[in-house]
Structures are given as C-alpha cells and as structure tokens.
C-alpha cells in the first residue's frame, strides 16, 4: 500500500538522484531549509521527480505533471507530497 511516507521517500530519492546526491544529503538540506514544506523545487526536478516516483512506486497511473498542477503544488518537497497522495487517493 502506498501512504504519504512511501511517497515522501521517493521522492527524497529521486530528488538525489536528479541532482547527484545521496537521500542524506537531501534530507539534510531539507532540514536545513525548515522541512518539507520549505524545500523548493523548480518545475523540472518536480518533473524528473514526479516521472522517477512512478517508475520506483510502480504505480501503474500517470501521475500530473507540473503543467497539470498549480505552482504551488510542486513548488515544495510537502505540496507535491500532497499533490501526488491526492492523485493516488492516499488520505493518511
């Protein structure tokens, strides 16, 4: 089953590997940046993060892309959390 966390942890890793870090480096960066919903992201790592989520969940569903959402659905780390939970119908 997919819940926020598993979604949060793919998207930690594939935010590293777009940009070349390991999901440590990552998460320290968003702890330093106050947390997911301080972690910004422009709209094509939100791209290459949203393709790699689905492709690592295996979910079987073409998740929206930044042009399907608002900026301010992927402009964090939190926001494309909720925006990819809404999508997949995960309500925890």
Known sequence: MTDR???????IAGRAVASGD???DVEAA????????????????AEWVIVYVE????????LPTPSDLGRDQFATI?????AIADALGVTD
């Open 78 to 82: 939190g926001a494309l959390i909720t």
């Open 5 to 11: 966390m598993v979604i949060r942890e793919a998207i």
């Open 30 to 45: 968003i702890a330093a940046n106050g947390g997911d919903d301080h972690f910004e992201l422009d709209s094509k790592t």
């Open 22 to 24: 390991s999901p440590e």
């Open 55 to 62: 492709q690592v969940l295996q979910l079987g569903t073409k």
